[in-house]
């Protein structure tokens, strides 16, 4: 009797597994990834003051529902969808009546948060997702009405932050992309290619009011004549090497003295800053952010209802300018019967719960 062929074992493949108690990889933090799954370990990261991986900590929620005042029959706008953590506190002020719609320009996030608000038990018959720039609400108000509120969270997701493969920090090496919708426009390393050295300093002093962007973009020219910038850690080396010789501000110097320990540890510290605000500006360049910010506060009057609120949360001195300026212009004229007189910051509490709420600003406008 012929002994059957025996079929090739298919290779086993090994679950990914925590490096010991903290991982540091993207992809190791599984549990991280399924905080439906993983209850206990998300409220573990969140006690210690860190935000999980591939999770965003909405951000001052009750100052919000205390400024837009929603009730149930109103129709709203959650211009920045993101995670649905704030979505999903307004959906529940709506108590099943009402409408509300979250717009995202972002493909990848808004899809996975629509089938956690789905999950949630929110039909279309209350809640939809637009994949959208914010700066189009005139054309959505057209198609749906006026708002009666809009909440518009800027910046950039935690989501997009963590994740390496988007490119928005140099933490973890990933192509240096920096897209909120990678499948538009050019990624930050084309970007790059295009800017001479005037271009870069002007982009790093607007986006970002780099204090060293003449360095900077010297040595990022210097850098490219030899191999592109394709990578978020290439971007960041650059930085470093820019600053490697730069004095200290005089007080970093001071704090360091003479310990040449402590002078190393302050150059670390400086050039970390310095590199958070390079890509901080390349991000709005690539995104367009101040542009599409001025689009959005010239449309917003009129896709409010009369009395319509609405919440803005800013994060950097640019956006929150141009918020205030616009508030105030439109004040003015008499389109906002109110507007926040002084901006609203998130408490101590909620800093050391969300480190990433530090420099977030919250202003209103009521329409008249």
């Given at each position: 009797m012929e002994s059957q062929p025996q079929q090739p074992e298919k290779p086993h493949k090994r679950r990914i597994h925590y490096s010991g108690h903290y991982p540091k990889r993207y992809e190791e933090k599984y549990k991280e990834l399924q905080p439906e799954k993983y209850g206990a370990e998300i409220a573990h990261v969140m006690a210690k003051g860190n935000t999980p991986a591939g999770m965003h900590i909405p951000i001052m929620v009750e100052e919000i529902l205390t400024v837009l005042q929603i009730q149930p029959g109103e129709h709203g706008f959650d211009a920045t969808l993101g995670y649905g953590g704030h979505t999903l506190r307004m959906l529940e002020k709506l108590q099943g009546k009402g409408h509300l719609i979250g717009g995202d320009v972002d493909p990848i996030e808004s899809a996975k948060t629509e089938q956690?608000?789905?999950?949630?038990?929110?039909?279309?018959?209350?809640?939809?997702r637009r994949q959208m720039n914010f700066c189009q609400i005139d054309e959505l108000a057209a198609e749906v009405g006026p708002f009666d509120f809009v909440l518009a969270d800027l910046g950039v997701s935690s989501m997009q932050i963590d994740n390496p493969a988007r490119g928005f920090t140099y933490?973890?090496?990933?192509?240096?992309?920096?897209?909120?919708?990678?499948?538009?426009?050019?990624?930050?390393?084309?970007?790059?290619?295009?800017?001479?050295?005037?271009?870069?300093?002007?982009?790093?002093?607007?986006?970002?009011?780099e204090p060293y962007a003449a360095e900077i973009a010297r040595e990022i020219i210097r850098t490219q004549r030899h191999r592109?910038?394709?990578?978020?850690?290439?971007?960041?080396?650059?930085?470093?090497?820019?600053?490697?010789?730069?004095?200290?501000?005089?007080?970093m110097k001071e704090k360091a003295g003479y310990s040449t320990k402590k002078q190393a540890a302050a150059r670390t510290q400086l050039t970390k800053k310095s590199s958070a605000r390079v890509f901080q500006a390349l991000r709005i360049d690539v995104n367009h952010e101040y542009e599409v910010l001025y689009e959005f506060m010239e449309k917003l009057p009129a896709?409010?209802?009369?009395?319509?609120?609405?919440?803005?949360?800013?994060?950097?001195?640019?956006?929150?300018?141009?918020?205030?300026?616009?508030?105030?212009?439109?004040?003015?004229?008499?389109?906002?019967?109110?507007?926040?007189?002084?901006?609203?910051?998130?408490g101590k509490e909620e800093c050391y719960r969300n480190p990433r709420a530090h420099s977030t600003k919250l202003r209103w406008a009521i329409r008249a």
């Open positions: 956690r608000i789905r999950a949630q038990g929110y039909g279309p018959d209350i809640w939809e933490k973890a090496d990933g192509p240096l992309d920096l897209r909120l919708n990678p499948e538009a426009g050019i990624s930050a390393a084309e970007r790059l290619r295009e800017l001479d050295k005037d271009e870069l300093i002007g982009m790093l002093q607007e986006n970002a009011d592109p910038i394709e990578t978020t850690v290439a971007l960041h080396e650059a930085v470093v090497r820019a600053l490697a010789k730069v004095p200290l501000p005089p007080e896709a409010l209802a009369p009395g319509g609120r609405v919440a803005i949360l800013t994060f950097h001195s640019g956006e929150d300018r141009i918020v205030k300026q616009a508030f105030k212009a439109y004040h003015q004229q008499g389109l906002y019967r109110a507007i926040a007189k002084d901006v609203i910051r998130p």
